[in-house]
């Protein structure tokens, strides 16, 4: 408790007056108020300098009792909270937040007795649970939890009952806290008015001039074939035997990936769904990365399904894929890696795992499985008695190794021995667990990292709610297991044409002013305007590294039409079947996640972390990808409801638009230093704006027909 000072210069002859809230002075117009209920005056002013302080006081007492007239200036996510303390005894009051598992409680505030307070700003992203204990810790006092609301005051009163036996603490606002989600409510209305506007403006006008066709020319050539074959290809093949446009849905989904992953790297609003997980849990933030590894998968397969029906070898095809990994390799090391203190590049501050490195390893397992045991062809579908699994049986080899795959992650994560970790150890260390285990951050995984690469590693770990000091890395050698499965998830899926042959097709569909594009595949093979029917552009370019993209589909994929595979291919011109085993898969999945899981966020075998990228987390993903995927297809691909539109353009640059919103994002006019920090307003505003930015850039490109490809 603060002492007032008996020597308190006079200010040009107002009275000096002491006043104690809680902690802290506060200064005003001469007055300074320090942290005792009361007032002091000097004994040398004149009485009416008294009568001001003593009114000024009680100005300051009515309005708030206490601290509660100090302006305190909150950010988002944050809430102001006062304890008052009506005993005769000094209490300490402590804290753990309901997302913390088994934390410890954490020293909030000390409060002195005898009516005195003390203010703390707590956090509102998550609900906390506080606890006040007498001055020696000796007891608990009282206990609560609540979820406090950005921008509220609020006060708890600290009293005594029944000849100081029992202790109560009584809760009031003292402010109302602000409407959060408003900002987020208005942004939704107004991308939901945009998004409708592409797609009910298209389907006019698609309908207007189906209608005038229908009215005024009747033609055979235009009628539709009714006779139940699915829509899977928007464009008809024409009279010269091109096949059908590709399938659009994929572009549109990994340009959906991309579009809320910029989002969510651009701050995401500040709202906590739009951030990762502290440890276990999923987030909006936490299924991009699955999401671009499953469409990763799909893209080597139909890449790599073409390449080899055109008669590429296989040591042409390693050429390929070691140059891909290499070149993506650099990216994430030279590109990606910088820092203020070293300049753009220092081996001190150096990240060896990235997102742009298990990228490349993925997608180099990937490409392997398919090109020594993937399948050039399907064979036309017999009567066994393993045909319902066909699109799994045909592919064993695939399978096994997978298997293997996993069973390998299993045993380090379970049984590998970690120094002072209990074995199997699945959390986040720090002051988590009741802090028994403070540097066992990640278990076998975080070993693993930190002894392969030291300092070298991820520096801002989600988990900082628990924290732990152990650097940890959610891009780590032993999440890259389960990196690989989940690829090979959207393997299955994956379109390949049962077809021999090579085939042209357009690149894109057909651009906004009505061409084609000339595209070389980076082997001097060149697929022009033909492919499409429609006239050439004047200048289309594919600005590439030879052999395609693990991010953007590659040029062999972009060649691919109207392509079926392992569920397409065995269930073709059937899109019904082709749905529900979309549907199949999503539903072994989930329910192969909620079994892992418990259906709870720690208490499960095997809890869904996007730290660990643990088993449940990838069954979970895996299951909303197919999801995701199949809604895609059956709007865009089947019916023909959607164009794809605004996430088909980035989809079709993706590796373009991921470089460039890392390495240019926190430049202006993505981002700037935003004044406005007491509420979620500009925060989303400048989230939404870069990422839109991003959007019309990928637009832009796509209308002058430039594709960036590695």
Request: glycine share 10%; with cysteine; net charge positive.
């Amino acid at each position: 408790m603060h002492t007032p000072h008996p020597t308190e210069p006079n200010m040009s002859g107002s009275a000096v007056c002491v006043l104690t809230f809680g902690r802290g002075y506060m200064a005003v117009s001469g007055i300074k108020t320090s942290s005792r209920t009361g007032a002091f005056c000097s004994r040398n002013i004149m009485d009416s300098g008294r009568a001001l302080c003593a009114v000024l006081a009680a100005l300051l007492l009515i309005s708030s009792g206490s601290a509660g007239t100090i302006q305190t200036a909150l950010k988002i996510n944050q809430a102001l909270l006062t304890f008052h303390n009506q005993l005769t005894e000094e209490v300490q009051v402590s804290f753990t937040s309901d997302y913390c598992y088994k934390c410890l409680f954490q020293h909030l505030a000390s409060v002195t007795p005898n009516n005195n307070n003390a203010s703390v700003i707590i956090s509102t992203q998550f609900s906390l649970t506080v606890q006040v204990e007498s001055g020696g810790g000796s007891s608990t006092l009282c206990r609560w939890r609540q979820t406090y609301q950005e921008g509220g005051h609020y006060s708890v009163w600290i009293q005594a009952r029944d000849h100081l036996v029992n202790h109560t603490c009584s809760h009031s606002t003292d402010r109302p806290p602000h409407n959060v989600y408003l900002p987020i409510i208005a942004a939704a209305l107004l991308l939901a008015a945009t998004a409708l506007l592409f797609v009910v403006v298209p389907l006019i006008h698609r309908r207007r001039g189906a209608f005038l066709r229908a009215a005024c020319c009747q033609d055979p050539q235009n009628s539709v074939d009714d006779d139940g074959a699915p829509e899977t290809a928007v464009v008809a093949a024409d009279s010269r035997g091109t096949r059908p446009a590709r399938l659009l849905s994929l572009d549109t989904f990994r340009g959906f990936a991309l579009t809320v992953m910029v989002f969510v790297n651009y701050g995401g609003g500040g709202y906590w769904f739009f951030e990762h997980a502290p440890w276990n849990g999923l987030t909006v933030a936490d299924l991009v990365m699955p999401w671009f590894v499953f469409i990763m998968g799909t893209s080597v397969v139909l890449a790599f399904s073409s390449m080899q029906r055109r008669g590429v070898g296989r040591r042409q095809l390693l050429g390929k894929i070691t140059w891909r990994t290499v070149v993506l390799m650099l990216l994430g090391f030279c590109f990606l890696n910088y820092s203020p203190r070293d300049g753009p590049l220092s081996w001190s501050w150096l990240r060896i795992p990235g997102v742009l490195q298990r990228l490349a390893f993925t997608y180099f397992v990937l490409s392997l499985l398919q090109t020594f045991w993937g399948r050039k062809a399907i064979p036309e579908s017999e009567n066994h008695w393993w045909n319902p699994v066909q699109d799994v049986v045909l592919f064993w080899p695939q399978w096994l190794l997978i298997f293997l795959l996993e069973t390998l992650w299993l045993c380090i994560t379970f049984l590998m021995p970690v120094p002072n970790c209990p074995t199997g150890y699945l959390g986040a260390g720090g002051i988590g667990d009741h802090g028994l285990y403070p540097n066992c951050t990640g278990g076998a995984a975080g070993s693993i990292d930190r002894w392969m690469f030291g300092d070298n590693m991820y520096r801002y770990p989600t988990c900082k709610l628990y924290r732990t000091e152990q650097p940890y890395d959610p891009e780590g050698v032993l999440g890259t297991i389960n990196s690989i499965v989940m690829g090979f998830l959207g393997m299955q899926e994956a379109p390949a044409s049962p077809c021999c042959g090579p085939s042209a097709s357009q690149l894109p569909s057909v651009t906004p002013s009505g061409c084609c594009p000339d595209v070389s595949d980076g082997d001097g093979v060149t697929y022009n305007h033909l492919a499409c029917g429609k006239p050439p552009c004047q200048s289309s370019r594919i600005a590439e590294f030879p052999g395609g993209s693990a991010l953007s589909p590659s040029v062999s994929e972009l060649e691919t039409t109207r392509q079926a595979g392992k569920i397409i291919v065995f269930y073709k011109r059937k899109s019904g079947h082709i749905l529900w085993r979309y549907l199949t898969w999503a539903v072994i999945l989930g329910i192969s996640a909620a079994i892992l899981s418990k259906c709870t966020r720690d208490g499960g075998f095997i809890p869904v972390n996007k730290n660990l990228w643990s088993l449940s987390y990838v069954t979970c993903t895996g299951a909303l990808s197919f999801l995701l995927l199949g809604g895609m297809y059956f709007l865009i691909d089947v019916r023909g409801w959607w164009g794809g539109q605004p996430f088909l353009y980035p989809g079709m640059n993706s590796i373009l638009v991921y470089v460039g919103h890392s390495l240019l994002g926190f430049y202006f006019p993505f981002s700037w230093n935003m004044r406005f920090q007491d509420s979620h307003w500009e925060f989303l505003f400048q989230g939404v704006w870069g990422t839109s930015l991003w959007v019309l850039a990928a637009y832009l490109l796509y209308r002058k027909a430039f594709f960036l490809r590695i």
